[in-house]
C-alpha cells in the first residue's frame, strides 16, 4: 500500500519520528473522509474542517482544501480503493519535547487509505447505546488527536455489548464518542447545537440539508437523559456509520426496538446523497 507523508508517496513501512508532537502530546488534529466507488464523498468539506482544527491549535497546514483533494485521489487510484477511507492526520511536527509550542518545526501530514464497506446489517437493523458520563475537555468542536475520553467511553459502550457511547455533560446529550446524536419527538429532529460541546460532524450537516429540503424540521436544542428516552427515534450520525438507527439505549428499547419513519426516510435520502455528491 501506498502512504503519503510530507509530500511524498511511500510505502507503508515508512517510520514516523519519536520526536513528532502528535506521538507525544497528541498535539495534532486528523480527519476521516468517505470513499465510494473509488469517488471522495464530501472531501472540501472534511478539509475544511481539518485547516479550521488546526487553525484552532496554531498549525498551518501545508496543503489547501484542493491540494489534499488531489492527494486522496492519488491515493485512492494507487492503492484501488473501491469502497474505504482515507485518514489524514495533522501534527505540529518533529520536536525536542517541550510543552511549549516550538517555533522551528514544520507540521507533520500523513494520508492512508482503508478498505471499508458499508455497515449494511446495522443499518438496516439499528445498534445498542449505553448513556455515560462525557468526560472530555471542553473544545470538542476542534477534531483533536486527544481522543482519550471518546476511546474510554467508546471502550465503555463495547464492553456492555453496544456500539456506541451516548455521552452526557451536566444532564444535556452532547454527543456520541465518535458520532452525533439526533433524537425524533412528534415529527421533528433535534440535536445539540454545533458549539464547543461537540464536533460538528459533515453528516449531520448532510442531515440538515435533507431535512431542510424534505421539509422536516430540524431543531439545534439542547435536550437531557429522559428526553433522549422519551424520543419516537434515536439515530446516530457519522462517516462511517452513515444514519445509524439506535434502537435500544442503556437495555430499553427505542420504538419498540425498530427502526423509526424518520430514520428509514433521512437514510433513503442519504443513500441518494451518496450517488450524486462528488468532491
Ligand atoms: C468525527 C466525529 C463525529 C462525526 O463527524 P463526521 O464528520 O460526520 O464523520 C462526531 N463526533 C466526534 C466526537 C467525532 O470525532
Request: charged share 25%; aromatic share 8%; glycine share 6%.
Given at each position: 500500500?501506498?502512504?503519503f ?7 507503508d ?115 445498542k447505546?449505553?448513556?455515560t ?44 464518542a ?21 464536533l ?28 433522549l ?19 435500544e ?8 426496538g425498530q ?12 443513500d441518494?446523497?451518496?450517488i450524486?455528491?462528488?468532491?
Amino acid at each position: 500500500m501506498v502512504i503519503f507523508i510530507n509530500g511524498s508517496y511511500v510505502s507503508d513501512d515508512t517510520k514516523i519520528s519519536y520526536n513528532d508532537r502528535g506521538i507525544q502530546f497528541g498535539d495534532g488534529v486528523y480527519e476521516v473522509v468517505r470513499v465510494y466507488h473509488s469517488t471522495l464523498f464530501t472531501a472540501t468539506e472534511h478539509f475544511e474542517r481539518l485547516v479550521r482544527s488546526a487553525n484552532e491549535i496554531e498549525i498551518t497546514s501545508p496543503y489547501s482544501v484542493e491540494e489534499y483533494i488531489e492527494i486522496c485521489n492519488q491515493l485512492i487510484k494507487e492503492n484501488e480503493i473501491d469502497n474505504g477511507t482515507i485518514y489524514v492526520q495533522l501534527t505540529r511536527g518533529d520536536a525536542v519535547r517541550n510543552h511549549t509550542y516550538p517555533t522551528d518545526t514544520q507540521p507533520n501530514i500523513l494520508l492512508y487509505t482503508n478498505t471499508a464497506e458499508r455497515p449494511m446489517q446495522d443499518l438496516q437493523q439499528g445498534v445498542k447505546a449505553i448513556t455515560t458520563e462525557d468526560i472530555r475537555w471542553l473544545r470538542c468542536d476542534i477534531k483533536s488527536l486527544n481522543l482519550l475520553g471518546n476511546i474510554m467511553n467508546k471502550q465503555k459502550a463495547v464492553t456492555n455489548g453496544a456500539k456506541e457511547a451516548i455521552q452526557i455533560r451536566n444532564g444535556i446529550v452532547t454527543e456520541g464518542a465518535s458520532s452525533n446524536i439526533f433524537i425524533v419527538k412528534d415529527d421533528k429532529i433535534i440535536t445539540h447545537p454545533a458549539n464547543n460541546f461537540i464536533l460538528n460532524g459533515i453528516t449531520r450537516r448532510v442531515i440538515k440539508q435533507i431535512a431542510d429540503a424534505e421539509g422536516i424540521a430540524f431543531e439545534e436544542f439542547t435536550f437531557d437523559e429522559k428526553v433522549l428516552k422519551d424520543a419516537d427515534e434515536v439515530f446516530l450520525t457519522s462517516t462511517t456509520q452513515e444514519v445509524m438507527p439506535i434502537t435500544e439505549i442503556d437495555g430499553e428499547n427505542v420504538n419498540q426496538g425498530q427502526v423509526g419513519p424518520i430514520t428509514k426516510r433521512l437514510q433513503s435520502k442519504f443513500d441518494e446523497h451518496i450517488i450524486t455528491n462528488h468532491a
